[in-house]
């Protein structure tokens, strides 16, 4: 079974560009999760979703949106790009079925560099 | 205010030796927990978790971690590191009846193993 796989694996952006970054969950997954990496803030939850819906959001301006499509496959997009949205994103799926029952799984994230 | 602590930002250890690495929470009522590693430029794998019963919980690779309700601890340990254990080790907490993607991570440890 494929794991989770998350396109491009690198990206380079400049400030005031927008940038759109793709996950596909392990098959059979409903819910996706997003997470930014950086050196400084560590690792936060950007959002989650299930069955094309938006369950969950972090704390990060309007400029962080994402969406999931019919098959699982999610997207998440940055406008607007600003030099502190360096970081590594990375993806996660689950089959949805609730916490104590199932096992996150996480992607190799994608890498941004804004200049 | 709620929050996920790793207190050791790196911690060294020799091969062989044995290794705990400490994580403390604080939440009103006790959160599911879960231990996660991540290997230079990968994504993060499950190492164990804790949502209730047994307060020792084993885990892949080796790992086991304790829960303690007094402490507000869940505390990683290995009896002996391996080289292959070299990478940076993230507590995380999913608050009591939320959802397995929304997980809030502590800033993690890096372990680094001397031969």
């Known amino acids: 079974k494929a794991g989770v796989t998350q396109t491009p694996r690198y990206l380079i952006k400049t400030r005031g560009q927008q940038v759109t970054l793709s996950c596909s969950p392990i098959?059979?997954?409903?819910?996706v999760s997003w997470y930014q990496q950086t050196p400084g803030q560590g690792l936060q939850f950007l959002f989650e979703?299930?069955?094309?819906?938006?369950?969950n959001k972090g704390n990060f301006p309007g400029r962080f949106s994402g969406r999931q499509f019919s098959n699982s496959r999610s997207e998440m997009n940055v406008s607007t790009l600003e030099l502190g949205d360096s970081a590594l994103y990375l993806c996660?799926?689950?089959?949805?079925?609730?916490?104590?029952?199932?096992?996150?799984?996480f992607g190799s994230g994608t890498q941004l560099s804004v200049l | 205010a709620q929050s996920v602590t790793q207190p050791d930002i790196h911690i060294t250890v020799s091969e062989g030796a044995s290794l705990e690495l400490r994580c403390n929470y604080s939440?009103?009522?006790?959160?599911?927990l879960f231990w996660y590693v991540q290997s230079p430029g990968q994504g993060l794998q499950l190492l164990l978790k804790?949502?209730?019963?047994?307060?020792l919980v084993q885990g892949i690779k080796g790992f086991e971690a304790e829960f303690k309700r007094s402490q507000s601890s869940f505390n990683l340990r290995k009896p002996s590191v391996h080289w292959s254990d070299a990478a940076e080790y993230f507590c995380?907490?999913?608050?009591?009846?939320?959802?397995?993607?929304?997980?809030?991570f502590g800033k993690g440890t890096k372990l680094s193993v001397k031969p």
């Open positions: 098959s059979g997954h409903r819910s």
């Open positions: 995380a907490v999913v608050p009591y009846g939320g959802s397995q993607g929304n997980l809030i």
């Open positions: 996660a799926s689950s089959l949805g079925q609730g916490v104590a029952n199932e096992k996150l799984f």
């Open positions: 979703y299930f069955s094309e819906t938006q369950r």
């Open positions: 804790y949502f209730s019963g047994d307060t």
């Open positions: 939440y009103g009522a006790t959160p599911y």
